[in-house]
């Protein structure tokens, strides 16, 4: 009788444990980390649960969709940015890559042909206003129905202007207007002068 009792008791722990588990992985905001050090850091949401019901999509003030101005809204817990450079290839990173919950990239990078190297998915790409027209040339790769990536433009005031003149924000507009489906942000002009104001402070130079 005393081992009967003992197993149950053994039980009923066991099932409080999964249970505090389970509780702490679909509400507490990196339940990973605790984990990590059995598993390794590719230990995610992904292995065991889907928390995407759960994820807050926070609202990023310093960047507003074309043309509607919406503030951006996106949540990531593990990112890889992915530089352009060709030192990438080579270096079979691309499961890597792939494993993290967002992936940014730069300008019009390519990724067909390299996914070994540089993985499949975008999440976001980060694109400089000399790099639009790039982007352009292949409009229906970059913004077809198949991508659903975001882009995020940034360069200085007088190329996103609105009022008509602003070069780079109605070749923008017009791209948005033949596939309404594409996400396109533009950094605000409060944003850029602050990150104008990180790069001289970084660097010495202005940009």
Known sequence: MAWIGK???IATSLIAVVSLFVVVVNYSEKPYFLLEPVFGQTFSSHWM?????HKAFKPHLGYISVPKQEPLKLHCEVCSVVSSSGQMLGQAAGPEIDRSSCIWRMNNAPTRGFEHDVGHRTTLRVVSHTS???LLQRPQYFF????DTVYVVWGPLRNMRKD???IVYNMLRQAVEKYPQARIYLTTEERMNYCDMVFKKETGKDR
């Open 49 to 53: 649960f889907s928390r995407q019901t």
């Open 144 to 147: 077809g129905q198949a991508n």
């Open 132 to 134: 639009v027209p790039l």
């Open 7 to 9: 197993k149950s008791v």
């Open 164 to 166: 008509g003149k602003g």
